[in-house]
């Protein structure tokens, strides 16, 4: 049983001042984030994985990848029907009053110690600002791998993700967590891609946040 997550591509420009964007930031995807999701879908092509669906979250930035995903000329990687579904579970956080600000922002208002505590170890923030709370959060990602599991084909699940969900994901539910954080390889960089597998009751990493140019070489 296998379980490719994907995060949706870039939302900014090269000269853009990034900020934080949750289930309440939906921005598109900007022209370079829309060519990884191409990228990706010629990598996926090249690993020889064939799928009939596509699940996304319900953001502008997820389904556009996943449309793009879906209209690649990579015909054989969909070879049965091209479908997108949007699934909740998918969702990002809700970062609350974080949204829409920079991290230097967030750090002028004393918030250093949790931007550090969640960039590290994926440790949601009580009093914070958060609108999502890790109760919630932790029953979404059970809800996304009971989902993957009931839906199991021959074929993998594929869906278009977004970081924050993520990194919960890897805390909650992956044994694999603490070499993510001591490695500091925790967090998954647009357009890149996690790929797990279930072996024995459990999921284990097969890769995580690699790029689509890195897939093409494993």
């Given at each position: 049983m296998t379980?490719?997550?994907?995060r949706h591509g870039n939302t900014f420009r090269p000269d853009d001042t990034p900020v934080w964007v949750?289930?309440?930031?939906?921005?598109?995807?900007?022209?370079?984030?829309?060519?990884?999701?191409?990228?990706m879908a010629e990598a996926l092509a090249r690993?020889?994985?064939?799928?009939?669906?596509?699940?996304?979250?319900?953001?502008?930035?997820a389904q556009m990848s996943a449309?793009?995903?879906?209209?690649?000329?990579?015909?054989?990687l969909f070879p049965v029907a091209r479908e997108?579904?949007?699934?909740?579970?998918?969702?990002?956080?809700?970062?609350?009053?974080?949204?829409?600000?920079?991290t230097e922002q967030l750090r002028a208002l004393g918030l250093g110690e949790e931007l550090e505590q969640w960039d590290r170890e994926a440790l949601v923030p009580n009093g914070a600002g958060w609108k999502s709370t890790e109760e919630e959060l932790r029953?979404?990602?059970?809800?996304?791998?009971r989902f993957a599991a009931e839906s199991a084909t021959d074929e993998p699940?594929?869906?278009?993700?977004?970081?924050g969900i993520l990194k919960c994901l890897a805390r909650f539910a992956l044994?694999?967590?603490?070499?993510?954080?001591?490695?500091?390889?925790?967090?998954?960089?647009?357009?890149?891609?996690?790929?797990?597998?279930?072996?024995?009751?459990?999921?284990?990493i097969v890769h995580w946040g690699i790029s689509p140019d890195e897939l093409m070489r494993n």
């Open positions: 379980l490719i997550l994907i949750g289930r309440g930031e939906d921005l598109p995807l900007v022209p370079s984030g829309i060519a990884q999701a191409q990228r690993a020889e994985v064939q799928v009939e669906k596509v699940y996304c979250s319900p953001l502008l930035r449309d793009a995903l879906l209209r690649s000329e990579q015909e054989e997108k579904g949007v699934l909740d579970c998918l969702n990002e956080i809700d970062y609350g009053t974080w949204g829409g600000k920079s029953e979404q990602v059970g809800d996304l791998l699940c594929i869906g278009v993700t977004s970081n044994d694999e967590f603490p070499e993510l954080v001591a490695s500091k390889q925790l967090k998954v960089g647009t357009g890149k891609l996690v790929w797990l597998e279930q072996q024995a009751g459990k999921w284990k």
